[in-house]
């Protein structure tokens, strides 16, 4: 079936340097997507979301762009710092569907 | 605003009992969810509802039941347990009257183990 994935399980970076989450899609009904943050212990949070019509939204220090020809998902923090150390999802929103299917998650490491 | 509520946080389980994980939110939103969360995986959809009175199962609905009878409420029934339901279960609703985007909030989880 069709199903969203992402490329790495596990990202460290320094803090202050940019990190760079990426997703792959392969359902090209999918008009929505978010991605969501999930800090140890806790419910995932909402951080971003964009529509199929768009290629790029920006937020404060994240930035999700979508490219939809590759149909490829990215979730872009700036200036990363060690409060965003989380289990990052993406999730895709079909047309018709009233349901979010959640990819497998890219764990954020920040290193001092 | 205390948001999307889940209780209770932690349980222990033996194989072959049964239990209620509680769910209910004060958004008035009339989407609800429920997901597993296994260690290190993603969520994967048990069921989801539209509105009170009207349930739907998810991917993975097998030794689950649920109901909903308000707005507010989503319980979700173990019959049975098993040890291949040890989980987090996280609780989730949204806001879709409108064609609203589907943002789903979620709660603090519940964390089951059955032994």
């Known amino acids: 079936g069709e199903s969203v994935g992402l490329h790495l399980p596990t990202l460290s970076v320094q803090e202050g340097d940019n990190s760079i989450i990426n997703c792959a899609y392969s359902?090209?009904?999918?008009?929505?997507f978010i991605w969501y943050k999930q800090e140890s212990g806790k419910g995932p949070q909402f951080i971003i979301d964009?529509?199929?019509?768009?290629d790029k939204r920006q937020g404060q220090r994240v930035t999700v762009l979508l490219n939809k020809t590759v149909k490829h998902l990215s979730l872009q923090i700036a200036a990363t710092q060690p409060g965003d150390s989380a289990v990052y999802f993406c999730?895709?929103?079909?047309?018709?569907?009233?349901?979010?299917?959640f990819g497998g998650g890219t764990r954020l490491m920040v290193k001092p | 605003n205390a948001g999307v509520t889940q209780t209770p946080k932690f349980r222990i389980l033996k194989i072959g009992q049964s239990m209620t994980l509680q769910c209910t939110q004060d958004?008035?939103?009339?989407?609800m969810y429920w997901y597993r969360q296994d260690p290190g995986m993603g969520l994967k959809l048990i069921y989801y509802?539209?509105?009170?009175?009207?349930?739907d199962k998810g991917e993975v609905p097998n030794g689950y039941n649920v109901s909903r009878s308000t707005t507010e409420d989503f319980p979700l029934r173990l019959e049975l347990a098993a040890p291949s339901q040890t989980s987090v279960y996280f609780c989730?609703?949204?806001?879709?009257?409108?064609?609203?985007?589907?943002?789903?909030?979620f709660g603090a989880g519940t964390r089951l183990s059955v032994l």
């Open positions: 989730a609703s949204s806001d879709r009257t409108s064609g609203r985007k589907n943002i789903q909030y």
């Open positions: 958004m008035n939103h009339n989407y």
């Open positions: 509802s539209v509105g009170a009175g009207i349930t």
């Open positions: 964009i529509r199929s019509n768009m």
């Open positions: 999730a895709e929103n079909t047309n018709a569907g009233n349901m979010l299917t």
């Open positions: 359902n090209s009904a999918s008009d929505y």
